[in-house]
C-alpha cells in the first residue's frame, strides 16, 4: 500500500463526521483507511475509476461532479468501513497470549457480542452508501467518462440499464 497517498478521509474528517472519541490516535485509525478503501471502494467501484478518482484526489483535481461523488458517498462509506474494523482492534489485542481484552484505568472493554452489534451497525452504514452510491452512478454515469467506457481490464462494462455488483467492480448491463 502506498502510505504517502491520502485515501479520501484526512484525520479532521475521521474525527469529525462520527462516533470517535478524541482519545483514539490517528495511527489507529489511519492504518485502516487505505485497507479498506483497497478491499471494499475499489472492488465495487471498479480499478479504473478508483485509481482515477484518487489520483485526483491527492492531485486535487477533483471537478465538481467527482468532488460530490467522494464527499457524499466514497468518504461515508469508506469511513463506515474503517469504523467496522476498529471496533475490533480497539477492544481487543493480539498478544503472545492470545486475543486479549483492553482494560483502561476508568472503563471495562466491552464483551464480543456488544462489540460485534457496534461494529455490525457501521457495516449496515457502509453498505446502505454503497447501494446509495450505486444508484447515483446509475443515474448520472454520463458525468463520469471511465464509467462509460466499454473496458473488461477496468473490471466493469457500462450498458445503462441495471447494475450488479460484482467483485470486479460494478457492472451496467
Request: hydrophobic share 35%.
Amino acid at each position: 500500500m502506498d502510505h504517502t497517498k491520502v485515501y479520501f478521509i484526512s484525520e479532521s474528517f475521521a474525527k469529525n463526521n462520527n462516533y470517535i472519541n478524541e482519545n483514539i490516535s490517528w495511527e489507529t485509525i489511519s492504518k485502516e483507511i487505505p485497507k479498506m478503501a483497497l478491499l471494499k471502494i475499489k472492488p465495487f467501484l471498479g480499478g479504473c475509476f478508483f485509481d482515477e478518482l484518487l489520483e485526483k484526489y491527492n492531485d486535487r483535481t477533483l471537478n465538481d461532479d467527482e468532488r460530490k461523488l467522494v464527499d457524499n458517498y466514497i468518504r461515508p462509506a469508506l469511513m463506515s468501513f474503517v469504523l467496522y474494523r476498529i471496533n475490533y482492534n480497539l477492544s481487543f489485542n493480539l498478544t503472545n497470549k492470545g486475543l486479549q481484552s483492553q482494560f483502561g484505568d476508568n472503563s471495562d472493554s466491552n464483551d464480543l457480542a456488544t462489540v460485534s452489534y457496534i461494529a455490525g451497525l457501521d457495516f449496515d452504514d457502509a453498505n446502505i452508501y454503497l447501494s446509495e452510491m450505486e444508484k447515483y452512478l446509475k443515474k448520472n454515469y454520463i458525468l463520469f467518462p471511465t464509467l462509460s467506457e466499454n473496458s473488461t481490464d477496468c473490471g466493469f462494462d457500462l450498458c445503462k440499464t441495471t447494475v450488479k455488483k460484482s467483485s470486479y467492480g460494478i457492472r451496467f448491463i
